[in-house]
């Protein structure tokens, strides 16, 4: 099951207190739309949990949000290596030191660059698979009893445009955005009447570093700063997402 894409308009523009009192994590924090996420979540009110495995860049992430924001909590995991438990062991203390969770962003991916399948080195493979989906549903699987407590809920999940990655060369990295569009779907399903809502966001081309790997920087001159789909990743997580569920959004840049 693949979930629908949503009618590509812009749905109502989050406020300066679309997340107040909520506390949402932030899954590959540190990364381009991580991090332009996490900041636009703090501004909305949220208390925000960066997880990623680049403690330094998640300290800097930490300092700039705290500057002026709620301050926000560090988990540093390594989502390669990450096994079941350890995902249990984040939602424990999630609940023991905020407890509670209204939403959960994914915005990690594994990407080492464009190469056939024939030459894909197996472990580069597998990594990008379980980075890119494995990881991504241990950790939805361990948070959802703790977002069910919730009024309201979300999971977001991070998708790339499917026509492009599903070509060739994309590997590992292609095949686990197809796998999180379907997991969208099956999870919507099975949650379509509790309080936690499912749904995707497919932003543009972003200028990030996983961008860099299968684009020549200086001939890319369609893609976005990060910035420019914060503002989406903030409704989708607030009370106006709810139209959106289900779905796997496409947003106009902002």
Same mark, same amino acid.
């Given at each position: 099951?693949?979930?629908?894409?949503?009618?590509?308009?812009?749905?109502?523009?989050?406020?300066?207190? +679309?997340?107040?009192?909520?506390?949402?994590?932030?899954?590959?924090?540190?990364?381009?739309?991580?991090?332009?996420?996490?900041?636009?979540?703090?501004?909305?009110?949220?208390?925000?949990?960066?997880?990623?495995?680049?403690?330094?860049?998640?300290?800097?992430?930490?300092?700039?949000?705290?500057?002026?924001?709620?301050?926000?909590?560090?988990?540093?995991?390594?989502?390669?290596?990450?096994?079941?438990?350890?995902?249990?062991?984040?939602?424990?203390?999630?609940?023991?030191?905020?407890?509670?969770?209204?939403?959960?962003?994914?915005?990690?991916?594994?990407?080492?660059?464009?190469?056939?399948?024939?030459?894909?080195?197996?472990?580069?493979?597998?990594?990008?698979?379980?980075?890119?989906?494995?990881?991504?549903?241990?950790?939805?699987?361990?948070?959802?009893?703790?977002?069910?407590?919730?009024?309201?809920?979300?999971?977001?999940?991070?998708?790339?445009?499917?026509?492009?990655?599903?070509?060739?060369?994309?590997?590992?990295?292609?095949?686990?955005?197809?796998?999180?569009?379907?997991?969208?779907?099956?999870?919507?399903?099975?949650?379509?009447?509790?309080?936690?809502?499912? +749904?995707?966001?497919?932003?543009?081309?972003?200028?990030?570093?996983?961008?860099?790997?299968?684009?020549?920087?200086?001939?890319?001159?369609?893609?976005?700063?990060?910035?420019?789909?914060?503002?989406?990743?903030?409704?989708?997580?607030?009370?106006?997402?709810?139209?959106?569920?289900?779905?796997?959004?496409?947003?106009?840049?902002?």
């Amino acid at each position: 099951m693949t979930a629908a894409v949503a009618n590509p308009q812009a749905g109502p523009a989050a406020d300066a207190h +679309a997340l107040a009192g909520r506390v949402v994590l932030v899954a590959g924090a540190h990364g381009g739309l991580g991090s332009a996420a996490s900041l636009a979540c703090a501004r909305a009110g949220a208390t925000v949990v960066l997880l990623g495995r680049r403690l330094p860049k998640l300290n800097r992430l930490y300092d700039e949000i705290a500057a002026s924001g709620p301050e926000p909590l560090l988990y540093p995991l390594d989502l390669e290596g990450a096994a079941p438990d350890d995902y249990a062991e984040l939602a424990t203390r999630l609940e023991a030191e905020l407890g509670r969770l209204d939403g959960l962003l994914h915005c990690a991916a594994e990407f080492r660059g464009l190469t056939p399948l024939l030459h894909t080195d197996p472990a580069d493979f597998a990594r990008a698979l379980h980075v890119g989906l494995t990881a991504q549903w241990w950790l939805t699987q361990a948070c959802l009893p703790l977002l069910s407590q919730a009024p309201d809920a979300a999971v977001v999940f991070t998708i790339d445009d499917l026509s492009r990655v599903g070509q060739a060369y994309w590997g590992g990295y292609g095949l686990a955005q197809h796998g999180l569009a379907a997991l969208v779907g099956m999870l919507h399903a099975e949650h379509a009447n509790s309080r936690v809502r499912v +749904a995707g966001l497919r932003p543009g081309p972003m200028r990030t570093a996983l961008r860099a790997r299968a684009f020549v920087a200086t001939d890319d001159r369609v893609a976005r700063e990060p910035a420019a789909y914060a503002g989406a990743c903030v409704e989708l997580l607030s009370p106006a997402g709810a139209v959106h569920r289900g779905q796997v959004w496409a947003p106009p840049p902002k």
